[in-house]
């Protein structure tokens, strides 16, 4: 891949100075401004809290077009990817910027398989935690403590040890994810199996009980690798740049991606899935949809529709299409016949889309309107939800955060700030305050 080029300046007037700054493009997408020296040239900062203006990195992974609803990784559509690859191909591209060949692919993922297990120690790490803790508390916590367990892979300097950390994280988090769910339940853990592809180990880990093997279905595990496929990576989401912020003080890789996961917790991100179920569920029935249609435009309600709207798309998002036809398909071959939820949501989706203030503000259904239903079919409680959210992810992450490292132009991220505070006080003696 070409970098970015200069193709152009912008000529920024303050009275009768003239700063000229360029203007960089790079393959397809808006071009940016550059500032990078506006502070050396003119004493100014920009303000852009939220980033909604501002590219804080190149990049050549993935490429989003939100008015048009469109989004490829390395090229390929998302719909393609879904439709005609797996979730291993999809690792591969992400990582490595081509589709493997079959030896490539064999080989990749011969080597997450062989990753999967856990150091036995780590299993241990489980325990310390509250039996009624949330796994993504405790994915936090055991994410992070990997750290503690493969030194061997913690020196960011070196490409090999980087790629190496990068597998263990792919390859352990279905495993971590897994025993999340079983410590919460209650159930012994059950561990990683060789002969299972990377979607149907992780529902032999969490669906089987020692007494009991799970029973895998092909379209559930199609389906399972489908969501992972869809959640792989979404350019620079606050998770990832959260990954690539951590990282960029030097921190290791393990210790990056805990902080990716602790930042997706939250219900303006990885959270909304589950927040929409819960949301379904106090909507309670369709005849109730207009009420809560109405308290979403009350400016004066905090209540939002929770799987609409997104900062990037300003359309349809293209995950949202595909999760809603699978959504059908696991539903089908569950032999789940009028699912009250998935009626409630299609209804909501509807009147939403005709309604004026969606429509003018182009909020639409994102990934997580429908993703819910689907996992809750499969057998997901809802604290699982961003869990997997942080499974699938873990792959964009890792591959943003080598991106970062091999850039020449990286350095620490240090925003600045606009201050509003005190200017210089005189400090007040305790006694006479
Ligand atoms: N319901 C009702 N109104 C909404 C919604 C919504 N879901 N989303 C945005 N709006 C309104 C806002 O009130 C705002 O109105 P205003 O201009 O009159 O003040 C306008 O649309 C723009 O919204 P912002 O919050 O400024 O947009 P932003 O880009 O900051 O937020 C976000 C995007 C956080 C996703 C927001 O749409 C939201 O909270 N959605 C619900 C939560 C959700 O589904 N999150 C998942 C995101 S996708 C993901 O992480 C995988």
């Given at each position: 891949m070409s970098s970015s080029t200069i193709t152009g300046n912008v000529d920024l007037t303050e009275n009768d100075n003239v700063t000229n700054l360029p203007l960089m493009s790079g393959s397809v997408g808006p071009a940016v401004v550059d500032v990078r020296k506006l502070y050396a040239q003119t004493g100014h900062f920009t303000y852009d809290p939220g980033f909604t203006s501002t590219a804080s990195c190149e990049s050549a992974i993935t490429y989003i077009d939100g008015d048009q609803g469109v989004l490829m990784h390395r090229g390929y559509k998302i719909e393609d990817l879904a439709e005609k690859s797996d979730f291993m191909e999809v690792c591969y591209l992400l990582l490595k910027g081509e589709l493997p060949n079959t030896a490539e692919k064999n080989k990749f993922t011969h080597d997450i398989t062989y990753h999967t297990m856990l150091h036995e120690q780590l299993i241990q790490f489980?325990?310390?935690?509250?039996?009624?803790?949330?796994p993504m508390a405790i994915m936090v916590g055991v994410v992070g403590a990997l750290s503690a367990f493969y030194h061997d892979s913690t020196d960011i300097h070196d490409p090999k040890q980087r790629m190496i950390a990068s597998y263990r994280l792919i390859a352990k988090m279905p495993t971590i994810a897994a025993m999340a769910y079983k410590y919460s339940v209650g159930q012994p853990f059950i561990y990683p199996s060789n002969d299972l592809s990377y979607a149907e180990n992780f529902l032999h880990m969490t669906f089987s009980v020692p007494a009991e093997n799970y029973k895998l279905s092909p379209t559930i595990s199609r389906a399972m690798d489908r969501i992972f496929i869809l959640h792989a990576d979404h350019e620079q989401n606050a998770s990832t740049s959260t990954v690539r912020l951590a990282g960029?003080?030097?921190?290791?890789p393990f210790a990056c991606i805990a902080a990716g996961i602790a930042c997706l917790w939250g219900p303006a991100h990885g959270g909304a899935n589950e927040a929409v179920l819960n949301m379904l569920h106090e909507i309670g029935?369709?005849?109730r949809v207009q009420e809560f249609i109405a308290k979403a435009k009350?400016?004066?309600?905090?209540f939002r529709l929770m799987g609409f709207g997104h900062r990037?798309?300003?359309?349809?998002?293209p995950r949202a299409k595909v999760m809603q036809k699978a959504c059908h398909e696991v539903l089908d071959e569950l032999g789940i016949k009028d699912e009250p939820m998935l009626k409630l949501a299609m209804e909501l989706e509807k009147i939403a889309l005709e309604d004026p203030y969606f429509k003018e503000k182009k909020l639409f259904p994102n990934v997580d309107f429908y993703s819910g239903i689907i996992l809750q079919a499969l057998g997901?409680?809802?604290?699982?939800f961003t869990v997997l959210f942080a499974l699938a992810r873990t792959v964009g992450w890792v591959a943003q955060w080598n991106e970062m490292m091999e850039d020449p132009s990286q350095k620490i991220g240090r925003p600045r700030q606009l201050y509003t505070g005190y200017d210089h006080r005189d400090y007040v003696d305790l006694d006479k305050r």
């Open positions: 489980f325990k310390g935690f509250r039996r009624d803790a949330h960029s003080s030097g921190a290791n029935s369709v005849d009350d400016k004066d309600d905090p990037v798309y300003k359309n349809y998002d997901f409680p809802t604290s699982m």
